[in-house]
């Protein structure tokens, strides 16, 4: 029985990659998008271009009603939540003394609020079925913190608690949540980083490298599939930071 999997923000970056190589995989994918359309239609497109399906469903995930809509599409089709993959976020470089109160709000509602939103819904199916997998994409900023991305670091900390919390509540229900914690990948998100960043972050990385989607995707993989670890922080990061 090929799994059911909700992947939100899933039209770009890491999430992208996830959903793309999750459905080549034969599982049954719900990919989340909110602003990228055209990112989402051209995911799947490819996708079935190959024969191979997957289904794109718009919804501002930092907003209930619209998460409630996902939810009813996803049951309504499949009947069942195996796998959800709170992936979607967005980040910001900011002086913490001029992040704003509209700054913050936004970060705190699109990175922390849709995972507790999503989760809630959907953990109300796995728990009838007595089964299930969470998968929370974090940051290593939530691990270290991160200079001028304070509000960025607390919502991602806020991630890897919820994990934790989740974790002890819900093992008893057979269901694992765990949390993938990446440090430095090469996608949009990071687009910013320079040449010369991107030349000091690979210097202070033992492995000597930047980290690709395809990384966490392979992480996910094993989350999916692995019977015996929940409530963990995961950070594949290169050895950037070791503890």
């Not at 490298?209 to 996910?220: S, W, Y």
Request: a negative charge; charged letters at 25%; proline letters at 2%.
């Amino acid at each position: 029985m090929n799994k059911v999997v909700i992947v939100t923000g899933a039209s770009r970056g890491i999430g992208r990659n996830i959903a793309y190589n999750l459905a080549v995989d034969g599982f049954k994918v719900i990919a989340n998008y909110n602003n990228s359309e055209k990112q989402a239609l051209e995911l799947k497109n490819n996708l079935e271009e190959n024969g191979i399906e997957i289904d794109i469903f718009k919804a501002d995930v930092s907003k209930r009603e619209q998460v409630l809509k996902l939810i009813d599409f996803v049951i309504n089709k499949y009947n069942r939540i195996d796998v959800l993959i709170n992936n979607a976020g967005i980040a910001q470089e900011k002086l913490f003394t001029e992040i704003t109160e509209e700054d913050f709000e936004k970060m705190i509602k699109t990175n922390l609020y849709s995972a507790f939103y999503t989760t809630q819904e959907a953990v109300r199916y796995m728990i009838k079925e007595h089964r299930g997998c969470i998968i929370n994409i974090s940051s290593i900023y939530g691990i270290t913190g991160g200079s001028c991305e304070v509000h960025y670091s607390m919502s991602k900390a806020g991630i890897d608690g919820m994990t934790k919390a989740l974790a002890k509540e819900l093992g008893p229900s057979n269901i694992r949540v765990n949390s993938i914690a990446p440090g430095a990948i090469d996608t949009e998100m990071n687009g910013n980083l320079s040449e010369e960043d991107w030349n000091s972050i690979i210097d202070e990385t033992p492995l000597m490298k930047k980290g690709n989607p395809i990384d966490i995707t392979r992480c996910v993989k094993w989350l999916i599939e692995d019977e015996f670890t929940t409530g963990q922080v995961i950070s594949p990061n290169g050895g950037l930071v070791i503890t």
